[in-house]
Each structure stands twice: as C-alpha cells, then as structure tokens.
C-alpha cells in the first residue's frame, strides 16, 4: 500500500480483540477503514462501546491492533510508535495534568518529555497562552483551575511540540459551552493557519456538524462516513417540530412520543418537540397525537443529529409507567415549595464561591443549576445536598433546615454524583445491596426495592457483571437506581449525562421526565444546554451570583433579537455569560411574576 500524502492517518481494515482473563472476548474494532486527510477536522462518533478511544490509543500507538494497520503521516503505528509520537500530539479524555504544578511547570514538564529545546520555548509557550487564554493563570495552579481550564491547558500540553496531526479523544466532555467554542476555535485555527490532521471524538452531536467529515462507529463497526450534509440529506422531509399546546407541554408531548411504532427520535429542543419520523412504515406524528391541531406540527430542516439517531439501532428503552417509587410521589400540593434558598453563601478561606443567592423548587419541578466552569453551582449543589457546610445563609430541603438537621435531611435525597462513585470491583447486585443497607433497608422491602431496580433499569441481567466494567450508559442506570433505592422525596443529579453516549441521554431524559411527571422533584446541573429544555425553571450563575433565573422559555426570550428570532438555550446561555444581555432585561425576568421565588 502507498500511503496517501494528503492523509494524517490512514485506518486499514483495522480489528482490536481484548481477551480478558474471565469471561468471551471482546471485539472492539472489526474491520474499520477510513482516511483523515490534512488540513481537515474528522469527528468520531458514536454510541459507548463503538470503539472510538480504542482506534484512537492505537492511533497514538499506545495499543497494537490485533489485525489490520492504521498508518499515521506515513508511519505505522505499531512499528513506528515513537516517531509518531514525536511528531503528533495527543489529548485522552482524562489528560494527565500535574495538580500541584502550575500552568507554566505543566508546561515546562511536557516540552521536557517532547524534547522541545529550550530556545524555542518562550515564543512556543507564548502562542499557546495566547491560544488558550491561560496567559493571566501561568502561576496557578493546575488542581486550581476550572474544568474548561484545565482543558485547555491539556490542549496546550498536547500542543507543546507543534504538531503535525492531533488525536483529540472526546476533548469537550464536561466543559461548559463557552469552553467549548473557545476550544474549537483553537483546533480550526490550528487546521486553517498550519494545515493539520485532526482526528476528533466527541459525545456531543452538534459538534460533529462542525466536522469537515464525520465517521459513524457502532459496536466496533463503521456504520456510515462523510460530510454532514450527506448524513442531513439522508433524513430530509422526515423531521418535525410540534408546538406545544396549553393541555400538552412540551415534556408531556415528547414523552407520549419517545419510543413509539414509526418515531425514530423525540427531543425537546427551544420550547418545541423535534421528531423523526421511520420511512419504515407504523403511525405518523399526527398519527400518534390525534388531539394536537394538525398546524402544531411543522417540517423542519434536518440536523446531524437528526440522522446519527435514525442510524443508530439501538433502541432507547422505554421506563414503565408505573415505575416510580410511592414515597417520592406521595400527596402534597404542587406548588409546595420543597427547596427553599435565602441569601446562600459559601467562602473557602477568603475566596468567596457563592455570594448570597436566593430561589426555589416547587414540588414535582425539574429545577437546572448552570453556569461556565467555576461560577459556583457545583458548590451550590454541594450544599443544597447537604454534602457541604453553609458559610451563611439559609437552606431547607424536605422541611429541614440544612444547617441544624444535615442527616435528617439528606435521608429524604438521593444523590446521583458527576463522576461514577459506585465499587467497581462490587457486582451489580452487590451494589444494590450494599447501598440498600446503607440507607438503612432491610429484610423483605430491601429484597423489594432491589428487585424494583433491576427490573425498572433493565439490571437483572448485569446483576453478576462487575460494575466497573459496565458500559457507560449501564453505569448510569446502576448509579440512579441506587439514589432511588430508599425512595426520596427529591433527587439531586450532579452532571448525570457527562461522558455517555447521546442514546444513553435520550433515556435518561426518558425515565426522569417519567419520574417528574408522577411528581417527584429533581435538581439537575448540567454542561448539555440541549438538556436544560427538559428543565420547568434553571438558575443560571456566573461567579458565585445569579445570572438569571426562569423558565427555559424567559431564559431565551433574553438572547432574542430582530436578526435572531429563535435562540437556543445555548445562544442565551453565552450572551448571558458574557455580557450581552442588557442588565434591565435580566432584572425584568428575574421578577417576572410566577418565575421567581
């Protein structure tokens, strides 16, 4: 083979078997082949488990492929490992920072690892301070920073040794938005100004729009490859938007339609319901919503998205609708205020976190905390979980008052943490149990709630898998299942969709709509603005104050102009955050009656 001088990387009928030592082998790559030519941006995509970190790592020539070869600017990868990675840089999704090194010694240690000579290293660094904006932060650091922060001095990192492909492995994952755009802006000004490959996987859809060429994984094999508009024409005239109605909300709609004969997808997106339909054949959307005014429902343009979730084929899985547990749902009015904040603070030695916030969530309300990395809601979340001490101020959850009955309080919570907090040697069941005795289940209604579980997430047949070795979509169900086991009144969900693939989200959604529609209250934060439509109100922040506060709908009425009629969630979101959203506005939504606490 005569590889190809406009290719970075070249993916030959590449297989990667891992024979574990327990256990059938795993295929994680069967036969892919593809190309990512220079000067170009490809984006990996596709559901957990498809095989995108492992073409990647082989890629970067940190695994052998079992079968096959990629080659990368000309070399193979398993016999010409070190030149490759002398000559590309690499990002894993988990970079290895050096928490206790500065932004400045982080680098200083990576270009003395690349062999970078000392001469070139003021002009080098100074690029990339100026690239990522990390220029004022060289002394921090790196544990200190925000998790967008981090990312980019990861990046950075990667880019110590200017390159001449990069393999990013989903280098967004967890950041906010502005982070995100601020990171993309430095990958094309890398592709645009020095013409390199790059190689990019990536869990967020839209992103993958802005890809000069998209390669679709699935169970380690390539379902589809091209340019975003062929994947969008391939779904043309079989996109929908359904307006709500005043007996039917947007949540209510979309869930009578996910997972129905004929519907591929149902999301909620700016205030209306986006559907795509099955050529295949079963009911139409008017067919499934006969009480809905036929004018309701619109054709729209096809998105990338669109199509990823008319060719993924693994089906979201639809939550019983009786599934929620009775505590959660018990009697109480709806308006009842279930999460009361006055005046929060929080201080961690002179830096103040969280500066005097006030709001609150109703009964059955799915409330979003969001803002860009270090504005203070995680701390917030922290706190209203009563997992974090209250500098001052006030908080009640469930009728108690945080700061006098914290282990009262948190009997009434379940609490679902960002990353992955379970035993991951424990098996599933083990899990089950072990948290079912933790919050204090025993005899015949432990043995009730797990077998609540298991057949409420679809874990009966994962009960003997090691939870650490689930897929990431299971280890989300493991995780919520366990917050639910001793049947709070209200659960907390710290970034519940971060990391898994967005067929996992579209079920997760599904099950939490289904919960909030039985009337259980959630408070969710979150970094997929796409997600904060699901929310009834969102508290917007942005260092340590409120931003704004509302209902998804006031939110991006602030972000409206004569030139852009229709804002997303996310248009609002980085107006608000930087600034250009004028201050009377805000104040006029933030009072707006029936919106605030």
């Known amino acids: 083979h005569t590889p190809d001088p406009e290719a970075a990387l070249e993916v030959r009928d590449l297989r990667k078997t891992f024979a574990p030592g327990r256990g059938p082998a795993v295929e994680a ?49 398993a016999r010409d490992t070190l030149a490759i990675q002398s000559r590309v840089g690499y990002m894993p999704q988990k970079f290895g920072l ?142 929908f938007l359904v307006s709500p109605t005043a007996d039917l909300p947007a949540r209510r709609l979309q869930t009578r339609l996910v997972g129905r004969p004929g519907i591929v997808d149902a999301t909620i997106r700016s205030g209306r319901v986006r559907v795509v339909s099955d050529p295949g054949g079963g009911p139409s959307v008017a067919g499934h919503l006969p009480d809905v005014p036929a004018e309701a429902i619109q054709p729209a343009a096809p998105t990338f998205e669109d199509a990823f979730m008319a060719l993924a084929t693994r089906e979201v899985q639809r939550p019983g609708t009786a599934s929620l547990p009775a505590a959660a749902a018990r009697a109480g ?58 500098s001052a101020g006030e908080v009640r959850v469930a009728g108690r008052n945080l700061r006098r009955a914290r ?80 049947e709070p009144e209200i659960l907390f969900l710290d970034e519940p969709t971060s990391g898994v693939d967005p067929l996992a989200r579209r079920e997760f959604w599904a099950r939490i709509n289904g919960f909030a529609e039985q009337g259980m209250t959630v408070v969710v934060t979150t970094h997929f603005m796409e997600e904060a439509e699901y929310c009834d109100r969102m508290l917007i922040m942005s260092q340590g104050e409120t931003l704004a506060l509302g209902s998804p709908a006031r939110i991006r009425g602030l972000a409206r102009t004569a030139d852009h009629p229709e804002p997303t969630i996310e248009e609002a979101f980085i107006a608000l955050a930087e600034g250009r959203v004028p201050p009377e506005a805000i104040s006029a939504a933030n009072g707006a009656p029936g919106e605030a606490p």
């Open 333 to 390: 009015a709806e308006d009842e205020a279930v999460v009361q904040v006055r005046d929060l603070r929080k201080a961690f030695g002179a830096f103040q976190a969280v500066k005097g916030i006030s709001f609150e969530v109703r009964r059955g309300e799915i409330f979003g905390l969001l803002g860009p990395n270090g504005a203070g809601k995680s701390t917030t979340f922290l706190m209203l979980c009563g997992l974090l001490s209250v």
């Open 29 to 77: 790559l069967q036969g892919v082949s593809f190309s990512a030519r220079r000067g170009a941006v490809t984006g990996l995509v596709g559901p957990d488990g498809a095989g995108k970190t492992t073409l990647i790592r082989i890629a970067a020539g940190l695994l052998a492929p079992t079968s096959g070869e990629v080659t990368v600017l000309g070399l193979d990868s």
């Open 407 to 486: 282990a009262k309080a948190r009997q009434r919570l379940g609490y679902m943490a960002q990353h992955f907090s379970l035993y991951a040697q424990l098996t599933v069941g083990e899990n089950l149990r072990f948290f079912g005795k933790a919050y204090g289940l025993w005899g015949r209604r432990l043995e009730a709630r797990i077998a609540w579980a298991e057949v409420e997430f679809g874990l009966g047949p994962r009960r003997d898998e090691a939870a650490g070795a689930l897929p990431g979509g299971f280890k989300q169900r493991l995780a919520m299942a366990t917050a639910l086991l001793h």
């Open 98 to 239: 050096y928490q206790e090194l500065t932004v400045q010694e982080n680098l200083e240690l990576y270009a003395d690892l690349q062999g970078v000579p000392r001469e070139e290293r003021r002009e080098r660094f100074a690029v990339l301070m100026r690239m990522t904006g990390l220029g004022a932060f060289g002394g921090r650091r790196a544990g200190a920073l925000s998790g967008g922060m981090k990312q980019k001095l990861g990046l950075a990192c990667a880019l110590v040794k200017a390159p001449e492909a990069l393999l990013l492995d989903e280098p967004t994952v967890g950041v906010d938005p502005i982070s995100r755009r601020e990171l993309w802006r430095i990958v094309y000004a890398l592709v645009e100004e020095e013409a390199i490959g790059v190689l990019l996987s990536t869990a967020y859809l839209d992103e993958a729009e802005r890809c000069h060429r998209v390669v679709v994984l699935q169970e380690g094999r390539k379902l589809a490859e091209g340019p975003p508009t062929d994947f969008r024409e391939q779904v043309r005239g079989r996109v």
